[in-house]
Every structure is written in C-alpha cells, then in structure tokens.
C-alpha cells in the first residue's frame, strides 16, 4: 500500500502561484505513475499532469498546459505541482493518486488540497 498526503493549497489571486506536494510513503517500490487530479463543486473529477515514476515523462491536461510544472523526487518520494498564472476556474480540490502500472486505475489517493482562486 502507499499513502499520499498533499500539501500547499489556499486562496490566491488570478495571476498567482502556488505550488502543491505529494508525499507518498508505503510501497514505493510499486508506483508506476503519480497525477493530480481536481475536483471543482458540480463538476466531474479531471486529470491536471501525471508523471512516470521511473523516467522523467510528463502529462498535462489541455487546461493547464503551459501554466502548471509537475515534478519528482525520487529521494524524498514527492511529487510537486508548480502552478502559475491561476485562474478562478482552477478552483477546486486537487488530489494526487498513484498508479502500480500503465492500464490499471489510480488505486491510492491523498485526502485532497484546497485551491481557490478569486478574480
């Protein structure tokens, strides 16, 4: 089993940043991928950026390409979201998950962060 906890969330203006981590602990022998996820009221749940656990890709949502970095550490097993240029409709709760391999779902998830942003 792995744990994740998130960190780094709050209320920002439009326009600024903020940066989330991932903690993960447990079996980290087992994680294949790392994503977030957020979740605004009303709304399904949609993918923000992935990474591979053992390589360095990475994945974006069409939303957040080109505002949002996610990156890894491997030596203190965290995965963090650089999040830039926020806008009020990156309001939500985001959740980091972890997957054990390429066409499996996201097993383990943290208990999620607070994002909002005001305009």
């Known amino acids: 089993q792995v744990q994740l906890v998130e960190s780094g969330g709050g209320l920002v203006q439009a326009g600024a940043s903020l940066r989330l981590s991932c903690a993960a602990s447990?079996?980290?022998?087992?994680?294949?991928?790392v994503a977030w996820f957020r979740q605004a009221p009303g709304k399904e749940r949609e993918f923000v950026s992935g990474?591979?656990?053992?390589?360095?890709?990475?994945y974006y949502g069409d939303s957040v390409k080109g505002r949002f970095t996610i990156s890894k550490d491997n030596v203190k097993n965290t995965v963090d979201l650089q999040m830039n240029n926020l806008k009020p409709e990156d309001t939500g709760v985001y959740y980091c998950?972890?997957?054990?391999?390429?066409?499996?779902?996201?097993?383990?998830w943290g208990q999620g962060t607070q994002v909002t942003v005001s305009s």
């Open positions: 990474i591979l656990w053992s390589d360095t890709n990475t």
């Open positions: 447990g079996r980290i022998d087992s994680m294949y991928a």
């Open positions: 998950a972890m997957q054990t391999a390429r066409n499996v779902n996201f097993g383990s």
